[in-house]
């Protein structure tokens, strides 16, 4: 289950960065998350998984989905992020070496020069602006933005994206991976 999809055909190479195994569920929407429960079921069987790890911030959606789901598998859910400041969560991602750009925008005030911006200190102050006058997430906790996380301190090593192209379609757009690949850190 996913609730951000621009450039998800990259996680794989994320989680290569990382050094992690994937597991991929392919369950349509959100309500169908059976295939998902089950997964997770085997995943406490086989592997002793005791809960799942969510980013959610501000969505009353998510997390009652997410807490449906936990009891129905009896996992416990994670989320560190849940109701705190969006922006110390922004100036923590920075501080702590986290390297993202956004990968996609759906909101009044951000436009196509924001596709491909990296999430710095400088872009932080501008989200600000365009909150205070628009309204927009400082997160994009709403869908305003999403990002792709391209190299982290936890990366071993990280990803290089070659080429990419921006779809712009009147008042939102994503910038599309075209081609990427891991390098040395």
Request: charge should be positive; charged fraction near 30%.
């Amino acid at each position: 289950m996913y609730w951000h999809y621009p450039n998800i055909e990259w996680t794989e190479i994320q989680a290569k960065a990382m050094g992690i195994p994937l597991i991929k569920v392919c369950d349509e929407g959100y309500e169908g998350i059976g295939k998902l429960e089950e997964t997770l079921k085997e995943l406490k069987r086989r592997d002793k998984i005791i809960g799942i790890l969510s980013g959610v911030i501000y969505s009353d959606f998510q997390i009652k989905v997410l807490i449906k789901m936990c009891r129905r598998t009896g996992l416990k859910l994670i989320t560190p992020l849940w109701m705190k400041c969006p922006l110390m969560i922004l100036e923590k991602i920075v501080k702590c070496g986290i390297r993202a750009i956004i990968v996609s925008v759906a909101a009044q005030g951000l436009d196509e020069e924001w596709l491909g911006m990296e999430i710095t200190y400088d872009t932080i102050s501008k989200l600000i602006v365009k909150n205070k006058k628009y309204g927009v997430s400082l997160c994009g906790e709403g869908g305003e933005y999403e990002t792709f996380v391209y190299d982290a301190p936890f990366f071993k090593k990280r990803v290089k994206i070659n080429e990419y192209e921006k779809v712009w379609m009147k008042d939102s757009g994503i910038l599309k991976i075209k081609n990427a690949e891991l390098v040395g850190k």
